[in-house]
Antibody, heavy 122, light 111 residues
Framework: EALLVESGGGFVQPGGSLRLSCKAS????????MTWVRQVPGKGLQWLSA????????YYADSVKGRFTISRDNSKNTLFLQMTSLRVEDTAMYFC???????????????WGQGTLVTVSA | NFLLTQPHSASESPGKTVTISCTRT????????VQWYQQRPGNSPSIVIF?????PSGVPDRFSGSIDSSSNSASLTISGLRTEDEADYFC??????????FGGGTKLTVL
């Protein structure tokens, strides 16, 4: 069974940085594109970023381009999201999710991790 | 970019059928596949429909998806409603072949 477990969330002051991790198991990690999606508690889903299976290509939503960096270590089956210049409005639950193929993340995100909460506050 | 517009809420009784809509504000709904995700309270989202009308293994056939070009919308229909179907439902598509777009979500109450 494919499983994703996020970690690295916590409290950070505005302007600070945080690095999220997503540990994968139960499938060949390098064969799948991976994404990050966030959700303000009680609100909707917002796609943030994606990376292909080989890490050769990355994609970002305009709202985080230049501040967030997605990466992966296929030898450790782990996905990362480096977040810098954090703002109060970045406060949310952050989920990682698997795409449906090495280059494909647009037409199916499954499974999702349980999420890690990031709180940006002074 | 386009938006995907969903009703904020829907409600129906157990055993009945409910349909949740997802309207694309610009561009054709048929241009890019639509997916649907279920998020039960306190849980992470899980996919129930992919590529407009495909059901992942393990998802009951009570769940079905469709698109309607005349209204430029996608629909998720749940028949034989159960209390366990009470959840938030999000539609999802994509733009420019790289950007994922989610609808605002519909809170389904089964009462």
């Amino acid at each position: 069974e494919a499983l994703l477990v996020e970690s690295g969330g916590g409290f950070v002051q505005p302007g600070g940085s945080l690095r999220l991790s997503c540990k994968a198991s139960g499938f060949t990690f390098s064969n799948y594109a991976m994404t990050w999606v966030r959700q303000v508690p009680g609100k909707g889903l917002q796609w943030l970023s994606a990376v292909t299976g080989s890490a050769s290509v990355t994609y970002y939503a305009d709202s985080v381009k230049g501040r967030f960096t997605i990466s992966r270590d296929n030898s450790k089956n782990t996905l990362f999201l480096q977040m810098t210049s954090l703002r109060v409005e970045d406060t949310a639950m952050y989920f990682c999710a698997r795409g449906s193929g090495s280059y494909t993340y647009l037409n199916s995100l499954d499974p999702w991790g349980q999420g890690t909460l990031v709180t940006v506050s002074a | 970019n386009f938006l995907l517009t969903q009703p904020h809420s829907a409600s129906e009784s157990p055993g009945k059928t409910v349909t949740i809509s997802c309207t694309r504000t610009s561009g054709s709904i048929a241009s890019n596949y639509v997916q649907w995700y279920q998020q039960r309270p306190g849980n992470s989202p899980s996919i129930v429909i992919f590529e407009d009308d495909q059901r992942p293994s393990g998802v009951p056939d009570r769940f079905s998806g469709s698109i309607d070009s005349s209204s430029n919308s996608a629909s998720l229909t749940i028949s034989g409603l159960r209390t366990e179907d009470e959840a938030d439902y999000f539609c999802q598509s994509y733009d420019n072949s790289t950007t994922v777009v989610f609808g605002g979500g519909t809170k389904l109450t089964v009462l």
